[in-house]
């Protein structure tokens, strides 16, 4: 598998199944989600047609370096790795080049999406993304915003071990486009003690602007 390859597929997966939830939901201090208290609590629709790539509005200096634009396809949650391989062979031209993505159409209703995507040379995909578990994603109510995350079972760098945990926010802005953010933090600790060293912050917000209905 190309280097190129690895790394779309390594970001597709970020919106998969891939995360575990931990005791409490993720994010940064106090600002942490309880899925329990939006139980009942309706998700925003986000239905519209949206440009297929997102432009990076703002970021960490590693995504405003390598990451400024970022492919719809990549923002709503695929059920399975089966899903997520059939959208990838769809993008993919016969010299193994990804297309780009010209425009994506998002039907929601209450917390199932349908989506359409279009991408150059005609080609195109239909599928269903899903934000029925509710303990895991989060929904605040039809002007809020869907949430989800969780924290990986650890890992390690040249220091020592290490943890992390991510989140993926999605919402319309007030002009009607839809934005997602995506954070992860990694916290650090040396081999020796694992006594705790730090901890490294990402983050990056992408606007995938609204086009008309009517747009061919």
Partial sequence: ?????????????????????????????????????????RCPNLSGRYEGMGELIEGDATAKQGE??????????????????????????????????????????????????QYEGGRSIEYVSSFENKGRFVCTGENGIISWGGSSDGGRSEFGPNRSDSVVTLYLDPSGNLIFERGMQVHMSLRLGAIPVGTAKYFAIYRFKRLPESMK
Avoid at 19 to 35: E, Q
């Fill in 68 to 117: 400024r634009s970022w492919r719809l396809s990549n923002v709503f949650p695929f059920r399975d790795t089966r899903q997520l391989k059939d959208v990838l062979a769809t993008s993919q031209s016969s010299d193994a080049r990804y297309l780009p993505l010209i425009y994506a159409k998002v039907r929601m209703r209450e917390r199932l999406v349908t989506l359409d995507l």
């Fill in 1 to 41: 598998m190309t280097r190129a390859k690895s790394c779309i597929v390594g970001l597709a997966l970020s919106c998969t199944a891939c995360f575990h939830s931990p005791p409490n939901y993720p994010g940064a201090g106090g600002n942490n989600l309880d899925p329990a208290e939006y139980a009942a609590a």
